[in-house]
């Protein structure tokens, strides 16, 4: 079985602060895994994949992933937090051939001026 | 949004009505997904088509709900008789069976009043 754990609801950091989200999955064999964001009364919009090509992913935005096998997290990070960046952010893992997602239960970014 | 188009974006009914919700594809992809987000169970995969083909349905909460596929470029979500507790967010998502990533369309929001 897989699952994944976004270790905080709620994140806050000032504007031009690094943001740090944090993921850590359970999966059987070798994961997929994903970061979506969330606007407020939007769809979700994929920011990036891992698809064991490379273990640092690059998303759209700014923002990057790095898969740690040893440790299976996978956490989101983005140097410089922009205003545009606060939305709610989902971790998922792929669940096998039948490319089911797994969703995180979602950490709310908060960016304040 | 990925060109998945959904409508309504809003609807509002009585208990009791008939809810049909709709999600128009985006040519190429031959999985379409059917989810529902709520504050309390986060999102959650009702039901998923490869080829047209309900593969798996374990996810829909009762009788009540029924989705349809009958071609590639369309697919229906019904409600009836619509509860209260039916209130949610429904996305629709595309993907391929040969890839996991998945497209989300920008969803309808359902007040069953």
């Known amino acids: 079985a897989q699952s994944v754990t976004q270790l905080d609801s709620h994140v806050s950091v000032s504007e031009g602060t690094p943001v740090l989200l944090r993921c850590n999955y359970s999966?059987?064999?070798?994961?997929?895994l994903f970061w979506y964001v969330q606007h407020p009364n939007k769809g979700l919009q994929l920011l990036l994949k891992?698809?064991?090509?490379?273990?640092l992913v690059k998303g759209i935005n700014g923002f990057e992933a790095e898969f740690k096998k040893s440790e299976t997290s996978f956490h989101l990070t983005k140097p410089s937090a922009h205003m545009s960046d606060a939305a709610e952010y989902f971790c998922?893992?792929?669940?096998?051939?039948?490319?089911?997602?797994?969703f995180g239960s979602g950490t709310q970014l908060t960016v304040l001026p | 949004d990925a060109g998945v188009i959904q409508s309504p974006r809003h609807e509002v009914t009585e208990m009791g009505q008939e809810v049909t919700l709709r999600c128009k594809p985006i040519?190429?992809?031959?999985?379409l997904f059917w989810y529902r987000q709520t504050m309390m169970r986060g999102l959650e995969l009702l039901i998923y088509?490869?080829?047209?083909?309900?593969?798996?349905d374990s996810g829909m909460p009762e009788d009540r709900f029924s989705a349809k596929m009958p071609n590639a470029s369309f697919s229906t979500l019904k409600i009836q008789p619509s509860e209260p507790r039916d209130s949610a967010v429904y996305f629709c998502?595309?993907?391929?069976?040969?890839?996991?990533?998945?497209?989300f369309g920008p969803g309808t929001r359902l007040t069953v009043l």
């Open positions: 998922v893992v792929s669940v096998g051939s039948a490319r089911q997602l797994t």
């Open positions: 999966s059987s064999y070798s994961p997929s």
């Open positions: 891992y698809t064991s090509a490379a273990t």
């Open positions: 040519s190429g992809h031959n999985s």
């Open positions: 088509f490869n080829n047209n083909v309900p593969i798996d």
């Open positions: 998502a595309v993907g391929t069976t040969s890839t996991d990533t998945q497209y």
